[in-house]
């Protein structure tokens, strides 16, 4: 039955898809490597929008911290809220809601009106059906049921929506990830069994909606609160993953999601995106992917010992200057060879160095990152990793940040040193992401912007500073160059949501220009007086 039911599905699915398919600049393409994929049907520009999308369907990630089903606030589950509380209340107040029972399902909600709401409706019914009694405590652990229900909602309710899930990729149980397979069988004991719908959705059916939200979700960031949210979309899921993406997707305040050119593709092009995160090495890249996408990825930069020349998992040699490169970046457990004196590294020493300077991160992430605390390990572990390598490149992001944002380290009191460290730190960024992340990236964007404060102070000290004893020209020609940063910064930043800290960033880069104009207007004033 389920199979008829599933090939009717897919027929269905099949004649509908052409309808979101007819855009001028995508076409659906087909391939043994990839499977359905987003192709370029014409020349499109760099920053010029591919697709969007909106989700199938949304609902709290497994990892979610507690939070309201249906707006994502957080929610305080050990505390209801008083009856005497209005709902314009709860909009200022900040931190986690206290919670309000739905008066059918008695799941934990932010309020009545998030309760009597379209986006809770799916797990309200069936939960309401089944008769189950819901312990507002323990429901943070059934984010997974409140997804796969709000998809087998769709069966009986949106037919369109429903044949557009089953279009999406399914994964193959002989190969599923063990871990994968494993919370997939929970939830399907817990819906056909604990809730009672195993008459209504057969077991095959929920695992197979399982395993397909594993496979083809996305994380969607909010902005507006640390609750953490998953997506299914029609187009945006089959856009194939690459480790060096083609395009740049953002996730709008509707959670949309728009995918754009990042620098540009010619006819025929694959649109990609990456589904991990592009500052990790090759083995923590593969290894994300295979534990939540279940495949291994084998794009270039994968097989690239060097990772395109930044060196993100390159191990000092111990014998020699020189630096452990895997042999083979697609054999875990293959040798690494030192790239000056060809020496082997010891067995597993590659993921002892790893774990261990993770370790050490995670220690002084725990203190309090302070510009000391991270000065301290970058001197102590560029004796063991490369000053590229993924842990490094995590503590440098950590301390451009912290130089010129935090207590006693703002801008105007850096220190020379400082500020030519901070400026040393933009400038590895930006050349990191011209290898991984070419074209509009987030990572260019603030490491633009770092840049720019960088070159701006060194201007405003200029000008204060009588002792540099630099001429009015000379001054104008260092706001310039920190002019420019700001410009190609809002030129990379332009096109994320204001919602998110990168628009934020934005909207503040715009507010900078129009000072920075004010500032070298006035010195001009200077030359021509």
Not at 215 to 234: C, W
Request: aromatic fraction near 6%; hydrophobic fraction near 35%.
């Amino acid at each position: 039955m389920y199979a008829a039911m599933k090939t009717a599905m897919d027929d269905l699915a099949n004649g509908l898809g052409d309808v979101n398919v007819g855009e001028p600049c995508y076409r659906i393409g087909q391939s043994p490597e990839v499977g359905r994929h987003i192709v370029a049907t014409k020349k499109i520009e760099k920053g010029e929008v591919v697709f969007k999308d909106v989700p199938i369907v949304t609902g709290p990630s497994r990892e979610s911290e507690p939070c309201c089903v249906a707006c994502y606030k957080p929610l305080d589950l050990a505390t209801p809220r008083p009856d005497t509380q209005s709902d314009s209340q709860m909009e200022i107040d900040s931190g986690p809601s206290p919670h309000v029972l739905c008066p059918r399902c008695k799941w934990p909600l932010c309020s009545i009106e998030c309760a009597n709401s379209e986006t809770h409706k799916p797990e309200c019914f069936y939960l309401f059906t089944s008769g189950c009694n819901i312990n507002a405590a323990d429901t943070d652990s059934l984010y997974d049921v409140v997804t796969v229900l709000r998809c087998l909602y769709l069966k009986d309710n949106n037919l369109r929506a429903w044949a557009d899930l089953l279009t999406l990729q399914e994964a193959n149980p002989k190969e599923l990830n063990p871990e994968l397979a494993d919370r997939a069988k929970k939830v399907t004991g817990l819906i056909c069994g604990t809730f009672k719908l195993g008459e209504q959705f057969c077991k095959e059916l929920v695992f197979d909606i399982c395993t397909r939200l594993d496979v083809n979700s996305f994380e969607i960031p909010l902005g507006r609160t640390s609750a953490t949210v998953q997506g299914i979309f029609t187009v945006a899921c089959m856009v194939e993953h690459n480790c060096i993406p083609t395009g740049h997707r953002c996730f709008n305040s509707d959670m949309s999601i728009t995918v754009r050119s990042a620098y540009g593709a010619e006819e025929g092009d694959a649109v990609s995106i990456c589904y991990t995160d592009s500052l990790w090495p090759t083995a923590a890249r593969r290894e994300n992917l295979i534990y939540s996408k279940d495949f291994l990825c084998t794009c270039d930069r994968c097989q690239d010992e060097t990772e395109n020349e930044t060196f993100m998992s390159a191990i000092r040699c111990i014998k020699c200057p020189g630096y452990f490169l895997p042999e083979n970046p697609l054999d875990c457990e293959g040798k690494w060879i030192c790239n000056e004196c060809g020496t082997a590294a010891p067995p597993g020493y590659s993921e002892m160095a790893y774990s261990k300077v993770a370790a050490a991160i995670a220690k002084i992430e725990e203190d309090g990152l302070t510009p000391e605390s991270c000065e301290k390990f970058i001197k102590a572990y560029s004796k063991v990793l490369h000053a590229n390598h993924a842990h490094m490149l995590d503590v440098k992001f950590s301390l451009l940040n912290l130089l010129g944002h935090s207590e006693g380290c703002a801008m105007s009191q850096l220190s020379e040193a400082q500020l030519l460290l901070k400026e040393s730190l933009a400038r590895t960024f930006l050349e990191i992401a011209s290898k991984i992340l070419p074209g509009i990236s987030r990572l260019k964007g603030t490491a633009l912007f770092e840049l720019y404060l960088c070159m701006q102070q060194r201007g405003i000290r200029a000008i204060h500073e009588p002792k540099l004893k630099l001429s009015p020209p000379e001054i104008i020609a260092i706001l310039k160059n920190a002019y420019e940063h700001l410009l190609e910064c809002i030129e990379c930043l332009q096109y994320e949501p204001s919602h998110q800290p990168e628009g934020h960033l934005c909207s503040r880069a715009r507010d900078e220009q129009m000072q920075m104009i004010m500032l070298m207007n006035s010195v001009q004033e200077k030359i021509t007086q």
